[in-house]
């Protein structure tokens, strides 16, 4: 919780700033103006907080023309999050009923649907394939994106674990972790969904609880805890899980260079950056060809905070753009640590450059390692 | 500002020009854009005041959307206020009489490089720091690095005749651009050729080159290149005084030396800058250079430039406090809580002199600063064979917002005053734009009136960013 206080000093002091993170802005990038800029949401707030001028319906959706990629940070001098006060902001509009529409429908779909896609939740996890093996039992929080969206990134991860000797647990009653409502300034309807899966991963018998997705890894192990609702197991993404298994993984080589784009979620607002090289590097055989913005100079993929539900031409350029940086390096493979940032890029991506999510490329190593020995 | 009938005349006209996602009347809009980076305009923000804002905002994709917009503008005699990066230090983008704010950030295309006569040509919206990460890419660098690079824009930079930290051996933006695409305000597009020297009459691009949006719009530019420096190299040395710190500089540029840096800080800017971090004399004076360059042309640059330093009294202090400077040169353009507080206020007039009255403006103008209630500080930088600038750099707190604009505008009266007193000008890299509009006509003396008639001529319906420059102020 940041004092008011605080938040009137930060507010201030990046509406005084001469815009010195502007230029890594990827919305900054996506609409080249000066108001969905880190310094122009800050003057926006600035202006609320000392009484100059109220927020009107147009500074709502500035508000909302946010990723909460906190690329600004890594620019910041005197470390002001954006990010976390655009949230908090996002908190207050809520709390009014002044979200945008595209935001309250989007809060009805999951709490209709408990995902955010609108999908059935009957079919969230039940299509993927378990064996029932004595390993160690892990439970696997599948995520939205990866059971709806990107079901061979899910499906890998299973049997990718399995491979590895583990014993894979789902259970059919996750629902969506929070991570779209509570980055949108819903807390209260996504700290139902923190309560209810509190409830439902502490009954599973596993030793730990394993997350491919960073959107539910930050949430789980920072929202979930900070406002008292706790894991009893504890929580790992899976780039950790796998370096910690790094000698049991799969190896073989390649036709062609990998680079690494690190989720926001993942590598920003958890500080995960090494985990996923050490893998791509183990199972691949070669180092990652960085790309010129790379860990926390990384640019975001266009997905997160509600930007691709209320302005999805914008999201893709940014996706576009990212693809247009991986590109740059050579690289025949563009992997992430995240389905979501995987479904983005992968969708503003052509034949020259695959886009696989971590679990995926260790499987595509594993199978093609098969294929030889075979 | 524009009546409602004439505004949404314009509106509907310019609407069909860009589209509508390319305009806006949003107040929310013209907040956000209304601002550069002019600390009296910062301030004021601070304290809750609300600037003068355009009627609309326009953001033009292409130079001939950029031509009909001024052709309607021009029709309706609308005043333009033209827009770059917005990081400017003088309100240049204030739109002090409303109108239309032509944003050009989305002219941000960097063209091909010509890498047989090593020049990039570029739109007029890209960002420093793009274009400077485009070319490195190609083993050049622009040689232009101000130290708002991150924010500030090509238009931005030739609009203001802009100088980076390195201008010794660079040269400043005047220098580096040979080539220059622009709109008339009556819409006609004109181009000068990008040749490196010519001999057919006067050189119009220099015409434009500092003209701050109030002849036209620069849209198009093309910029020298350089091979990235096989090195970098740094040196510190301590002076006792000004007058011997400025004398070693002198003598360096004499002896045919051209250091890519060179920076001499007076005793209250050397503590505050580097007390905290290194030893060196109480009161003295810190020079900090940078070499560019083969590393066998460096040795010889350097220990030539050292000798000439110790010969006039100086302390060599090693790389470190002039690297530190380079690696941390961004840092002082952040805010600060304590920068940020209350009604506080600090500027810098970045004047410039000849070697001969150098030293005469620097004590004249900190006398009369210092007599206003201002904390000045100051460093020589951006110097050359015969003479340079100084960054007469002050700091100000006052009891309310009254008091702390009307302390604010004093300095700056007695500053400039000072400066022209003693032979100085007024600006060397930040430009005029608001701050320092109304002396210019003192500044540009006789030749104001040359200026004026320019002005009548391009831009007889005085459309163009009006009240910049001396120029269509309105009563």
């Known amino acids: 919780m940041i004092e008011p206080?605080?938040?009137?000093?930060?507010v201030r002091m990046c509406a005084a700033c001469p815009k010195m993170c502007r230029h890594v802005c990827p919305t900054f990038f996506a609409w080249r103006s000066d108001a969905p800029t880190p310094h122009g949401r800050a003057l926006l707030m600035h202006q609320d907080v000392v009484g100059t001028r109220d927020i009107d319906e147009r500074g709502v959706e500035v508000l909302y023309q946010c990723l909460e990629c906190s690329h600004c940070l890594t620019w910041c001098k005197p470390e002001i999050d954006i990010a976390t006060l655009v949230e908090i902001k996002r908190r207050s509009l809520v709390s009014k009923n002044r979200q945008p529409t595209g935001i309250s429908e989007l809060v009805s779909l999951v709490k209709d649907n408990h995902n955010p896609f609108?999908?059935?939740?009957?079919?969230?996890?039940?299509?993927?394939?378990?064996?029932?093996?004595?390993?160690?039992?892990?439970?696997?929080?599948?995520?939205c994106t990866a059971a709806y969206r990107e079901k061979e990134s899910a499906q890998d991860t299973v049997s990718l674990l399995e491979q590895l000797g583990f014993s894979v647990e789902l259970t059919p009653d996750e629902w969506c972790c929070g991570s779209p409502l509570l980055r949108t300034g819903n807390q209260e309807a996504g700290l139902e969904l923190a309560a209810h899966n509190v409830d439902v991963l502490n009954a599973v018998d596993a030793e730990e609880i394993l997350v491919t997705c960073p959107g539910c890894y930050r949430v789980l192990t920072t929202d979930y805890p900070e406002n008292g609702h706790e894991l009893n197991k504890p929580i790992r993404h899976v780039s950790e899980f796998l370096k910690h298994e790094l000698n049991k993984l799969p190896t073989g080589s390649l036709d062609g260079g990998v680079t690494y784009h690190d989720p926001c979620h993942l590598g920003r607002h958890s500080d995960v950056y090494d985990a996923p090289r050490e893998v791509i590097k183990r199972v691949s055989g070669s180092p990652i060809v960085e790309m010129e913005r790379t860990r926390d100079n990384a640019m975001c993929c266009g997905n997160g905070a509600g930007l691709r539900t209320l302005f999805r031409d914008y999201a893709k350029k940014i996706g576009a753009e990212r693809i247009n940086q991986a590109k740059t390096t050579n690289a025949k493979y563009l992997v992430t640590s995240c389905p979501f940032c995987k479904e983005m890029l992968d969708a503003q991506s052509d034949d020259t450059l695959t886009v696989l999510d971590l679990p995926e490329f260790v499987m595509m190593i594993s199978k093609g390692r098969d294929v030889k020995t075979d | 500002m524009l009546d409602e009938k004439s505004k949404k005349k314009a509106y509907e006209r310019i609407l069909k020009i860009v589209g509508e996602e390319h305009i806006t009347v949003q107040e929310t809009d013209k907040i956000l854009n209304a601002h550069d980076a002019w600390p009296l305009s910062e301030a004021k923000i601070r304290a809750g005041e609300i600037l003068q804002l355009a009627d609309m905002i326009v953001f033009p994709g292409t130079v001939e959307e950029v031509s009909k917009t001024l052709a309607v503008a021009n029709e309706m005699k609308i005043p333009i206020t033209p827009v770059g990066g917005g990081a400017g230090t003088c309100g240049g983008t204030v739109p002090v009489y409303g109108g239309i704010q032509l944003d050009l950030k989305r002219l941000n295309k960097i063209y091909e490089i010509d890498h047989n006569s090593m020049l990039v040509r570029v739109q007029a919206g890209v960002v420093g720091i793009d274009l400077e990460e485009a070319v490195n890419r190609h083993g050049y660098t622009t040689g232009h690095t101000p130290t708002s690079l991150r924010a500030s824009n090509i238009g931005?930079?030739?609009?203001?005749?802009?100088?980076?930290?390195?201008?010794?051996?660079?040269?400043?933006?005047e220098d580096l651009t040979l080539g220059l695409q622009l709109v008339l305000p009556n819409g006609s597009i004109v181009e000068t050729k990008?040749?490196?020297?010519?001999?057919?009459?006067?050189?119009?691009?220099?015409?434009?080159?500092?003209?701050?949006?109030?002849?036209?719009?620069?849209?198009?530019?093309?910029?020298?290149?350089?091979?990235?420096?096989?090195?970098?190299?740094?040196?510190?040395?301590?002076?006792?005084?000004?007058?011997?710190?400025?004398?070693?500089?002198?003598?360096?540029?004499?002896?045919?030396?051209?250091?890519?840096?060179?920076?001499?800080?007076?005793?209250?800017?050397?503590a505050l800058s580097f007390s905290m971090h290194f030893e060196f004399e109480e009161g003295h004076c810190m020079l900090l250079l940078a070499y560019d360059g083969d590393s066998k042309k460096i040795d010889i640059d350097e220990q030539q430039s050292l000798q000439i330093c110790l010969d006039e009294g100086g302390v060599?202090?090693?790389?470190?406090?002039?690297?530190?400077?380079?690696?941390?040169r961004y840092d002082m353009y952040y805010p600060t809580r304590l920068t940020t507080g209350g009604y506080a206020i600090g500027?810098?007039?970045?004047?410039?002199?000849?070697?001969?009255?150098?030293?005469?403006?620097?004590?004249?103008?900190?006398?009369?600063?210092?007599?206003?209630?201002?904390?000045?500080?100051?460093?020589?930088?951006?110097?050359?064979?015969?003479?340079?600038?100084?960054?007469?750099?002050?700091f100000t707190s006052q009891p309310d917002a009254e008091i702390a604009w009307e302390t604010y505008k004093r300095i700056w009266d007695v500053g400039v005053a000072a400066c022209l007193r003693e032979g100085g000008t007024m600006s060397h890299q930040h430009g005029v734009g608001l701050s320092r509009s109304t002396y210019t006509e003192d500044e540009l003396g006789s030749s104001f009136s040359v200026l004026k008639q320019i002005k009548d001529v391009l831009d007889p319906n005085g459309i163009m960013n009006p009240g910049k420059l001396g120029l269509g102020v309105r009563k």
Not at chain 1, 5 to 10: D, H, P, S, V, Y
């Open chain 2, 194 to 270: 990008a040749v490196p020297r010519h001999s057919v009459g006067p050189d119009l691009r220099q015409l434009f080159i500092g003209s701050e949006g109030t002849l036209g719009i620069i849209t198009e530019a093309t910029l020298r290149l350089f091979p990235i420096p096989e090195e970098r190299r740094f040196r510190s040395i301590t002076f006792p005084d000004v007058h011997s710190g400025l004398e070693a500089i002198r003598k360096i540029f004499r002896v045919g030396i051209l250091p890519s840096v060179v920076r001499l800080y007076d005793p209250e800017d050397a």
């Open chain 2, 156 to 173: 931005g930079f030739i609009a203001t005749r802009s100088g980076g930290s390195m201008s010794s051996l660079y040269g400043k933006i």
């Open chain 1, 118 to 143: 609108g999908e059935d939740h009957s079919k969230r996890n039940n299509w993927i394939k378990t064996k029932k093996l004595k390993g160690k039992k892990i439970l696997y929080f599948t995520g």
């Open chain 2, 316 to 328: 060599d202090q090693g790389e470190g406090p002039s690297k530190r400077w380079w690696e941390h």
């Open chain 2, 347 to 394: 500027d810098t007039i970045d004047i410039v002199a000849t070697y001969d009255k150098l030293e005469n403006v620097y004590h004249a103008m900190k006398e009369a600063m210092e007599a206003e209630d201002a904390v000045v500080m100051s460093h020589f930088s951006h110097m050359y064979q015969n003479g340079g600038s100084i960054y007469m750099i002050f």
């Open chain 1, 5 to 10: 206080e605080k938040i009137a000093e930060q």
